[in-house]
């Protein structure tokens, strides 16, 4: 979500539009000029309690003359929520049966963003399905539009490191580059990965692109990395087996690099993705083996990569020049 956030905003300055930013923190040394941004810096030791501090009054730094949109769960009037996921719908899918406090206070304000807003954007049809039936808000209020792509960064020009980045993996030509970008395995499904690997041997070599390592037989950990887009086409396939995920922007952003992702089928972006690119499995060791076995063979096979095999597996207007037409739609 932060970098949709700053590819919306840099679009929106290309554009000539103004923008105000609130938030906690702000690490963007390269803002484009027409952003200005208000930290609200955080009062307690407790992260969790400071988003909460951050919603009830993010709201008081925004200017009235101005249309506002809605990316934190803010329990006041916006003109557009944009939502990236809910959060009754995370807790279903990780099978908390029982609340905390900070769960339910989340809810509240959740809820009272969905009623408030005119209007909501969710990034995803399941998403959609949440907003209207976990938290009762008319389907009228709620309009899809799918999260895009720095398209200029995310390319098949990416393609010409692949060979240099695979060597500094230690990757060989014979084995299988299998990408998994998380900063949270748990949840990102890596239990599930592992266990299916265990049936490839060393013919398939996982890398963890994110800040914490993760310790197992064929895996390299390359760490936090500022050149996604060569990682991507180093890469074979690109994996997630997230329990929740209300999209996963990692699929079209492999997909355009030229390189097909195995997605579970609890990722909303298989809404939207198709093969050649993306192959879908179910959250099952034995589905996840016959899904890679799968993409394995396929490049055995030397499929080409092409304009038309990216266009053949993306199926939504993934520009961020369409999708902001969109959002400016939206805001009227």
Not at 39 to 54: A, C, E, G, H, K
Not at 207 to 221: E, F, I, R, T
């Amino acid at each position: 979500m932060e970098r949709y956030v700053m590819d919306v905003i840099a679009e929106l300055c290309r554009r000539g539009i103004s923008v105000r930013g609130i938030a906690r923190k702000v690490d963007w040394h390269d803002a484009p000029q027409g952003a200005e941004f208000v930290v609200m810096r955080d009062r307690t030791p407790v992260s969790r309690l400071n988003n909460l501090l951050f919603e009830r009054n993010a709201l008081h730094a925004c200017r009235p003359d101005w249309k506002t949109i809605g990316i934190s769960r803010v329990p006041g009037a916006v003109d557009l929520a944009i939502v990236g996921g809910t959060h009754i719908g995370h807790l279903h899918d990780k099978g908390k049966r029982y609340p905390g406090l900070f769960d339910r206070l989340t809810i509240r304000h959740e809820t009272q963003f969905y009623r408030k807003a005119k209007l909501i954007m969710p990034h995803s049809k399941r998403v959609a399905g949440e907003i209207s039936q976990l938290y009762d808000i008319p389907v009228s209020k709620v309009a899809v539009h799918y999260p895009p792509v720095d398209t200029q960064k995310f390319s098949l020009a990416a393609r010409e490191k692949r060979e240099a980045i695979r060597q500094t993996l230690g990757i060989r030509s014979d084995q299988f580059m299998l990408l998994f970008p998380s900063n949270n395995h748990k949840l990102k499904g890596a239990e599930l990965i592992l266990q299916a690997l265990q049936a490839f041997g060393g013919k398939v070599i996982l890398v963890v692109a994110g800040k914490a390592p993760l310790q197992a037989p064929h895996v390299v950990n390359a760490g936090f990395c500022q050149d996604m887009p060569a990682l991507y086409a180093a890469a074979d396939a690109t994996i997630l087996a997230s329990k929740y995920e209300a999209f996963g922007l990692v699929g079209p952003e492999s997909i355009l690099c030229g390189t097909p992702v195995l997605f579970a089928n609890t990722i909303g972006a298989v809404e939207v993705l198709r093969e050649p690119g993306c192959y879908v499995f179910g959250r099952s060791v034995d589905e996840l083996m016959d899904c890679l076995q799968k993409v394995v063979n396929l490049r055995e096979e030397g499929l080409p990569r092409s304009p038309e095999w990216v266009g053949q597996s993306l199926d939504y207007p993934y520009s961020i020049f369409m999708h902001v037409n969109n959002l400016l739609s939206l805001l009227g």
